[in-house]
């Protein structure tokens, strides 16, 4: 089945460390992929999306197809970014909206 | 932000009653869906409706009924309901289902809670 995989359930940093959020997917096209943010009593909402190759918050993401992975990256974590994140692929590549496990994003003052 | 509104914003009931949770977008949206939020599985889709014709629903108990009347309005209907039932239902819409790159816009969801 295709689908994306988040493979860490927590994430723990110190502020000021490289963060780096993993997804990978199973999808033998040109797959095209979200990263939402949820923020503690926040609803969840887009934080970006690889056909931008925009920057939000200091956060990018390239889609690797040789690697088949979609990774979240920061190069400075800030305390503000701890946060529930989830990979999602858009519904023309996968057909149905399964969303990745999730990973928690701590970071520590 | 107003986008997709959700009520009510928390819901306790018994396994008995029957209760609706509603969805509102103002977005002009024509696809729209419900998703579970718990502890156990972070986030399960639940149904889609594109241009008010569902077009997915991933295996979900009759006790869950949605009904979409136009493509502004989502509802989950709840009846004789389950402990485990308890959790944290969003709604969300997107353009529709061809625009593959238009994300998700989510509500804030119904807390509820099955006593």
């Known amino acids: 089945a295709q689908r994306v995989t988040q493979p860490e359930k927590l994430l723990s940093v110190f502020k000021g460390a490289p963060v780096e959020l993993k997804c990978n997917y199973s999808?033998?096209?040109?797959?095209?992929l979200f990263w939402y943010v949820q923020y503690s009593r926040q609803r969840l909402q887009l934080l970006l999306r690889?056909?931008s190759r925009e920057s939000i918050k200091g956060f990018t993401a390239d889609l690797n197809k040789g690697e088949t992975s979609f990774h979240l990256k920061k190069p400075f974590a800030q305390e503000e970014d701890s946060a529930m994140y989830y990979c999602?692929?858009?519904?023309?590549?996968?057909?149905?909206?399964?969303f990745g496990s999730g990973t928690k994003l701590n970071v520590k003052p | 932000e107003t986008g997709v509104t959700q009520t009510p914003r928390h819901l306790v009931m018994g396994m008995t009653n029957k209760k609706s949770l509603k969805c509102e977008q103002h977005?002009?949206?024509?696809?729209m869906y419900w998703y579970k939020q718990s502890a156990k599985k972070p986030l399960e889709l639940m149904f889609v409706?594109?241009?008010?014709?569902?077009?997915e629903n991933n295996s979900v108990p009759s006790r869950f009924s949605p009904e979409c009347p136009n493509s502004s309005h989502l509802f989950l209907h709840l009846h004789t309901l389950q402990p485990e039932d308890s959790a944290l239902y969003l709604c969300?819409?997107?353009?529709?289902?061809?625009?593959?790159?238009?994300?998700?816009?989510f509500g804030d969801g119904t807390r509820l809670s099955i006593l």
């Open positions: 409706y594109n241009f008010k014709e569902q077009t």
């Open positions: 999808y033998s096209g040109s797959p095209e």
């Open positions: 999602a692929p858009s519904a023309h590549n996968f057909n149905k909206f399964y």
């Open positions: 977005l002009g949206h024509n696809a």
């Open positions: 690889h056909i």
């Open positions: 969300a819409s997107s353009q529709d289902l061809a625009y593959s790159n238009q994300p998700q816009h």
